[in-house]
């Protein structure tokens, strides 16, 4: 059957601050679902009650921090007429997967709109580290013109860059790494080493040996059980004196007190951060007085261009689900166990032009 034939509906949840609130990005994020002839819905109810009515008259639907209660999964999926929810950006700490399992309900996200936005953010807090550039930054605006602390200072070239996650992120790191002349190792067990190979990383076996070998360390994993404070005391450990860790990923895959004690007992050089286990960071965060740390406030996804392209991708993978197919970025695969088979992902061009023959 055409798409056009079909009574499609795609119910966005904003915010719970904003039921119902037009915003510019709405332009975007509907345009998939009015090309594809779909209905819109813009909800606009405040309570649970009316969250489950709504999702019993939709096909889909696009969370952008509404926030989900693993409860609503046993009104969708296999239980009712919505299969599957959307989420806005890369993250997806705040859902239960495993009840979206259950219930097979298809979750996918918007990764990859921010991927040169975040691995820029990563090369940026690595080459402030490595050229020491907040110490020499202040004493210079605070009058002090001086080499005095110019040792040690890293020649970058030749040296190792270790990454964890070697997803869409952490393979465009890699890249620009790459290009700087350095040695590029990589952790991640569901990525083979004749594909890292293609990307010009030497694969490890654990994250210690990242550890070990990097002189930069940049994470770049999902939140998960698995991954929460993976990097640890006994990492902090294992890396070298001269070694800095650059994180963009998210802040409670560091231990963060243990980094402090790291930084304060000089296990490692330093650190560039654009996450943090609690944020907004306390003002009183030993982090934001430390002269070889360098912070930015969790904007590292952020440019013109890629939000614009969060907001349609968020739209073209609703659209995905509703139609049958499965999404690009599905973030629990394991609900191809527990839902009827689906068409494969296809890029939004194809799904057009299959749509006018």
């Known amino acids: 059957m055409n798409s056009k034939d079909r009574e499609i509906k795609v119910l966005y949840l904003g915010p ?39 999702l019993k008259d939709a096909d889909v639907a696009m969370n952008q921090g509404h926030g989900i209660d693993p409860t609503l999964f046993t009104q969708m999926g296999n239980n009712g007429r919505c299969k599957g929810l959307v989420s806005f950006g890369h993250g997806y700490d705040g859902m239960d997967l495993n009840s979206a399992v259950q219930n097979g309900v298809i979750l996918a996200n918007t990764a990859s709109f921010g991927t040169e936005e975040v691995s820029n953010q990563t090369m940026m807090h690595f080459l402030i580290c490595s050229r020491k550039f907040v110490l020499h930054d202040k004493l210079v605006k605070n009058g002090t013109w001086t080499r005095e602390y110019l040792s040690p200072m890293g020649h970058i070239a030749g040296q190792t860059f270790g990454i964890i996650g070697l997803g869409d992120i952490g393979r465009a790191v890699a890249r620009k790494a ?16 004749w594909d890292a190979k293609e990307y010009g990383v030497e694969m490890v076996g654990s994250p210690q040996e990242i550890a070990k070998r990097s002189d930069y360390v940049s994470p770049h994993t999902y939140l998960t059980p698995t991954t929460h404070h993976m990097i640890n005391s006994d990492f902090f450990e294992l890396m070298k004196p001269t070694a800095y860790l650059i994180n963009c990923s998210r802040g409670p895959v560091v231990d963060e007190k243990a980094l402090i004690k790291a930084l304060q007992e000089g296990m490692i050089a330093g650190a560039g951060l654009d996450v943090f286990e609690q944020e907004p960071i306390e003002p009183g965060n030993p982090l934001l007085t430390m002269d070889n740390v360098s912070v930015t406030n969790h904007y590292a996804s952020y440019s013109e261009v890629a939000w614009s392209r969060a907001n349609t991708q968020l739209g073209e993978e609703a659209m995905r689900i509703a139609l049958g197919n499965w999404p690009m970025s599905l973030i629990n695969p394991d609900v191809r166990n527990t839902v009827e088979p689906r068409k494969s992902a296809v890029s939004w061009e194809v799904m057009v032009t299959e749509r006018d023959q």
């Open 16 to 54: 719970k601050s904003r039921g119902g609130v037009y915003t510019p990005d709405l332009d975007e994020q509907s345009s998939a679902a009015k090309e594809m002839g779909a209905e819109f819905v813009v909800y606009e109810g405040s309570s649970d009650g009316e969250l489950i009515e709504a």
């Open 178 to 193: 790459l290009a700087f002349g350095m040695n590029v190792i990589g952790y991640d067990p569901f990525v083979s080493s």
